[in-house]
Structures are given as C-alpha cells and as structure tokens.
C-alpha cells in the first residue's frame, strides 16, 4: 500500500448520491501527486469512477499533466457536461487556477470549469461547511472556511519549504534517520534495512546520491513512507517518534486555521496518511484536544464525493 495516497476507500463501489443533487453532468476531479481521481455525475449520481496519472503540474510537466487528462477523460467520458469541478495541490494563485483549467477545458466544451485547492473538496467531503480540512498525504496543508465567509490556509508550501507531517516529510526523514545512524558508526536498524531493500542498494551512503538523483523525486520518496508505518507497528521507537511528531505538525497547522477563523471545530483529516495510519491520528487528535479544538474527524470517503456540495453552494 502507498500510504502517500488514499487507496481506493469507496465508500461503496461508488458514493451514494447527495440529498438534493445538482441536475446534469458534472465530473469531479481530485489530482493528487501521484494519481488524478475523476467521478461522472448524471444528475447527482455517480456513474464512472476512473484514474489516471497525475495532473498536477507541481509534480509533472504541463505536458504529462495533459496527457494524462486525456487518458482520463478518455475512459470517463466528455460530452454535454455542464460543469468540471477540480481539486488540486499547489492551487495558490488565480493563475495557478487559470493554467490548469486550460489543460481540463478542451475535453468539455462549454462546460464551467472550477478549480480550487483540494482541501476545499476535503471539507465538503467530511460533511462540513466551515471548518478546517487537514490533508496528510503526499504533502500536507490545512485549509478552513468561516460562517462568515473568512478562509485561512496553513502549509501546502511544497516539499521544498514545508509539507511538514506529509508521506514526503516521513519519506525524507527515514533517509536521515539512515544517514545519521551510518555517520555514528551505528548497524542498520530495522527501518533502514527496509529502506535500503527498497530504494535497491546496500548501503546508507549510496542513499545521498539517490536521494538527489533526476531518477527520483517527490512521489518516489512520500512511497518510502510505508517502511516508518510498518516499522512503527513492529516496534520501532524511532518510526513511533516519527509518526507522532507527524501528527503534532499536522495539528499545528489545523490549530493556527482555527484560531485565524475563530473557530473551535470541525477538523477533518484526509490524505492516504491522515486516513490509514492510527498511530498519527491517535497524535492529531491529542494535539488539537491539548490545543482547544472539537469535533476531530477522519474522512470517511474520498475527497471528490465533496465535489456534489461544492456544486450546490456555488450555485
């Protein structure tokens, strides 16, 4: 399992339709870093559930990004859709918004195109209009709305300058966790060994040139995610560490939405980690309660069910 990406949690083979759903075609588009997760409405009904590659820009060119909506939208469909609604990392500006609309537009002609960050499809999918969503899976960011209108948003900076508590951050730092043990003169320990077994060389040495290597990146290191949660499981203190360290960094950022809001709660936790990994919710949650929060959930579906609501409060 790749613990950086939500494995395919359907909440049935696919999610039961809203209570007053939107009428004609929407697509709900969900683009993660490493897949881009596409559902087919017909009115308010779920019909085709299909994935490709990513399309997110931050992760893939603009041209694998394109092909990989066309492979999408090839097998899910086009035609008369009155609306695309898009969830994305690394959504920061209006331009940002603008330049993936623009790879999305041509496969549905005259449809309404929106694009948001993917907290927002997080919030609605946890059965919430206001209230912080915190996403925990390639990267991290937290993401909030008020009832009266005020957003606020933590993280989602880029594996390079934060995405602190994300498959990325616990990736990176089973490498250090590795490193510092090979300058100690220490043996490799259980998560090491893993790692190397994984990453296919022999020694923590040869895991410097990887890791800045072309031949790798973002994706591959939030996958080594998994050897610090089976670690962790099996007993590993330095893994438990790790894991809990994530899910205070997670907390943190939902904390400092919802003081910016004035809120108390809810907080939703999404992503592959914030939704399959117990050992850092049992810490997100100690966390928020220590810091004033209230009703502390985990999502229970797939961000792109939100998709429906997002539509409904748009109109």
Known sequence: MTYAENPSVRPSALSAPASSPPPGVIIGLDIGGTKTRGVRFEDGVPVADQSAGSSNVQNVTPDEAARNLADLFAR??????????????????????????????????????????????LLAAGHASTGVAVIAG?????????????????????????????????????????????????????????????CGVDDPNRLIALFHSPATGRRFWAQQARHVVEAAAAGHPESQALLEQAGEDLAAMALQVLRQLNLTGPVILGGGLGMNVAPLQDSFRHHLVAGGAEDIRVLDQEPVFGVLQLVTEQA
Do not use: C, K
Request: hydrophobic share 35%.
């Open 76 to 121: 899910i469909g086009g035609g008369q859709v009155a609306q695309v609604y898009a969830g994305s990392g690394g959504i920061d500006t209006d331009d940002d918004a603008a330049a993936l609309a623009s790879l999305i537009q041509p496969h549905v002609p005259g449809a309404r195109v929106t694009v948001v960050h993917d907290s927002r499809l």
């Open 138 to 198: 390639t990267g991290s960011a937290a993401w909030g709305r008020n009832a009266d209108g005020g957003e606020a948003r933590a993280g989602g900076w880029g594996y390079l300058l934060g995405d602190e508590g994300s498959g990325y951050w616990l990736g990176r730092e089973a490498v250090r966790h590795s490193l510092r043990r090979m300058n100690q003169g220490q043996p490799a320990d259980m998560l090491t060994t893993a790692l190397l077994r994984s």
